[in-house]
C-alpha cells in the first residue's frame, strides 16, 4: 500500500511539474510584452526602449528560456508567483483571499448534490421505468444540456427580481451581515451547482445500486427474511455506496468549472470570478497562479480518489 | 462521460427484434439482406425522441442557413435611435443595447454556435481517431504514454482549461475550436484503441498485414470503418458539449467577439440586473435557443448510440 501511494504521489509530481512547464511556454508564446504591460500607459512616452531594455535585462527575460523557467519554477515553489500587472498585488495573495468563499460555494453544492443524488438514485433503481426513474433520468438529461449560466440568469429574474426573497449577487450585503445573511447570498449558486452535480451522480447511484441489488448477498438476506427496506438500507446501499468517494474526487474538478461560471453570474466573489477578470485583462500572472491552483486541485483529488479505490478494491494496486 | 448519459426512451424491444431480424438474416431465413447501416436506420427511426430531436435540428439548420432570407434586418446594423426597444412588428424580438435586431442576431448566431460545435467536435474526432489507432497499433510504451495523457486531460474539466488557453492565447473562434479539441479528444481515443485492439486480432487484419498494408491502410480500411458506428455517436455528444462550451465561453466574453452574434455572446449582455430585470427578449431566446439545441443533439446522440449497438442501451 505505502509503495502504491508513494508511487502515485510521484507520478503526479511529475505531471504538476510537466503542467508547470506547458503554462510557462504558454505564457512566453502569448502575444504582449509584459515589460510593457507592467508599466502604465502614461508612464509609457518618457519610458525610450533603452529603458525597457534595462528592464528586461533586470527582470531576466533576456536569460536563456531554461534559466527563466528553473527562477520561476523556484520561485513559485516557494510560494511567490508574481504580482498582478493590474493591482500590482502579490498573485499568491489574491488568490488565497479568494479561496474561502470558492470552498464554501462548493462544498455547499456538494452536500446538495448529494442529498439529492442519493435518495433519487435509490429510489431510481428501486422503481425501475417508474416515473422517479424517468425523472432521474431527465435530470441528469436537462442538467448537461441547460447552461448552468442561463438557469442562474432565470433564477435572478424569477427568485430575486420578481419575488424579491433572495439576493442577486455578492456573498453578503455592505454594512448588514451575519451568518444568515451569507447563507441568503449562497442559496442560489449553490443551489444550481449542486443540481448540475447531481445528474451524473444520480446515474451513479443508481447504476451502482442495480448491480448490488442483483448479488447474491441481496437473495440471502431476503431468503432470511429482512423487509425489503432493510435490505436495501442495511445491505445493498451500504455496498454500492463505498466508491462514492472517488466518484467525488473525479466529480470535484468539473464541479469547479461550474462555478467559475456561477460566480461570475451571482458575483461571487471566489477564484473563477478573479480568473475571469484575470483573463479579459491579460493579466498573465494571475491567470498563471489560478492554473496551477487548478493544477494541484485536480491532481490532488485524482489522487484521492486512486487511493481510495485501491483501499476499496486491493486488486487495483496490483496492476 | 457519454455512458452517463440516459436515454429517456426505451428501445429494448424494439432492438431485440431487430437481433432477432439479423440472426435471421445471417441463417438466410430471409432472402432480403440488410447492411448493418441500414438496420441502424430503422432502429433509428423507431425512436420517436430522437427523431424528435433530429427534426428540430434540421429546422434550425434550415434557419440558419437561410438567415439572410429570414430576418428582414441587418444582424450587425447599429441604431442608436432604437436602443433596447421592446418586440414590435418591425423588431420581432426587440433590439439590443445597440439597436441591433435581436431576431436576426439569433439566426446569424445559429451559424456561428452550429459551426463551433461541430468543427470542433469534428477535429476532437479526428485528433482522437488518429491517437487512438496509433496507441493501439503500436501497443507498449507508445500506447501507456497516450492514454496515461488522455486519462489526464479527461481529469482536467474543459472549460477551465479553455479559459487559461483563450486567455493566454486572446479570444477567438480558431482558438475556440482548438482549445475545445484540445479537451475532448481522449472520449475518441478511447473508444478508436479499444474497438483497434479487437480488430487488430481478427484474422482479416493479419491477412491484410502479411499482404504487405501499412499501418496508415489498415486505419482507413479496417479500423475506422469498424469503429465508425461509434465514432458517430461520441461525435454527436461532442457536438453538444463544444455547442455548450462555446456558450459558456462567449459569455464570459472569451469566446465569439462582438459586433458577430453567438448564443453565448448575446446572452453575455445579461449581467446586468436592468437587463435581467426589463428586457427578457434580449437574454430569453439565446438561452432557450442553446438549451433546446443542446437536448436536440442529446436526445440524436442516445438515440444513435442505441441505434449502432442495441446492447449498449442508455437502460440497464
Known sequence: MTAFVVRRILVNIIVFILIGIGVFLLVRAAPGDPVRMMIRPEDLQEGSEAFI???????????????????????????????????????????????????????????????????????????????????????????????????????????????????????????????????????????????????????????????????????TAEAKGGSPARVVTRHALRNSLIPLITIIMINIPQMLAGAVVLEQVFAWPGMGQLAVRAVTQQDYPVIVGFALYVAALVLICNLIADIAYAIVDPRVKVS | MSDLR??????????????????????????????????????????????????????????????????????????????????????????????????????????????????AALVSVLLGTVIGAVAGLFGGWVDTLLMRTADMVLSFPPIVVIIVLAGLLGPSIPILIIAIAATTWPTPARLVRGVTLTVREREYLHAARVAGASRGWLLRKHIVPAAMGQIVVVGTLLVAQAILAEAVLSFLGLGVQPPQASWGNMLNDAQSLTVIQSMPWLWLPPGLAIAATVLAVNFVGDGLRDAVDPRQSGRS
Not at chain 1, 442559496?187 to 445528474?199: H, S, T
Not at chain 2, 423507431?46 to 429546422?59: Q, W
Request: hydrophobic share 50%; aromatic share 6%; no cysteine.
Open chain 1, 53 to 219: 531594455q534595462g528592464r528586461r535585462e533586470e527582470l531576466g527575460l533576456n536569460d536563456p528560456i531554461l534559466v527563466q523557467y528553473a527562477r520561476w519554477f523556484l520561485d513559485a515553489l516557494t510560494g511567490d508567483l508574481g504580482s498582478s500587472f493590474i493591482s500590482r498585488q502579490p498573485v499568491s495573495g489574491l488568490l488565497a483571499e479568494r479561496l474561502g468563499p470558492t470552498i464554501l460555494l462548493m462544498s455547499t453544492a456538494l452536500g446538495i448534490s448529494l442529498l439529492i443524488a442519493i435518495p433519487l438514485g435509490t429510489v431510481a433503481a428501486i422503481r425501475r421505468n417508474t416515473s422517479v426513474d424517468y425523472a432521474a433520468a431527465a435530470l441528469s438529461l436537462g442538467v448537461i444540456s441547460i447552461p448552468s449560466f442561463f438557469l442562474g440568469i432565470v433564477a435572478i429574474y424569477v427568485f430575486s427580481l420578481q419575488l424579491g426573497w433572495l439576493p442577486s449577487s455578492g456573498m453578503s450585503t455592505p454594512g448588514g451581515g451575519g451568518g444568515t445573511d451569507v447563507l441568503q447570498h449562497l442559496i442560489m449558486p449553490a443551489a444550481i451547482l449542486g443540481l448540475a452535480g447531481a445528474g451524473p451522480l444520480t446515474r451513479y447511484v443508481r447504476g451502482s445500486l442495480i448491480d448490488e441489488l442483483s448479488a447474491d448477498y441481496v437473495r
Open chain 2, 6 to 119: 440516459p436515454s429517456l426512451d426505451t428501445p429494448d424491444v424494439a432492438a431485440a427484434e431487430e437481433v432477432v431480424a439479423a440472426e435471421a438474416t445471417a441463417t438466410g431465413v430471409r432472402t432480403q439482406r440488410r447492411s448493418p447501416a441500414a438496420m441502424a436506420v430503422r432502429r433509428f427511426k423507431r425512436n420517436k425522441v430522437a427523431v424528435a430531436g433530429g427534426v428540430f435540428l434540421l429546422i434550425i439548420l434550415v434557419l440558419a442557413l437561410f438567415a439572410p432570407l429570414i430576418a428582414q434586418q441587418s444582424p450587425t446594423a447599429v441604431d442608436l435611435g432604437q436602443i433596447r426597444r421592446p418586440p414590435s412588428g418591425e423588431h420581432w424580438l426587440g433590439t439590443d443595447a445597440s439597436g441591433r435586431d435581436v431576431f436576426a442576431r439569433l439566426l446569424y448566431a445559429a451559424r456561428v454556435s452550429l459551426l463551433v460545435g461541430v468543427f
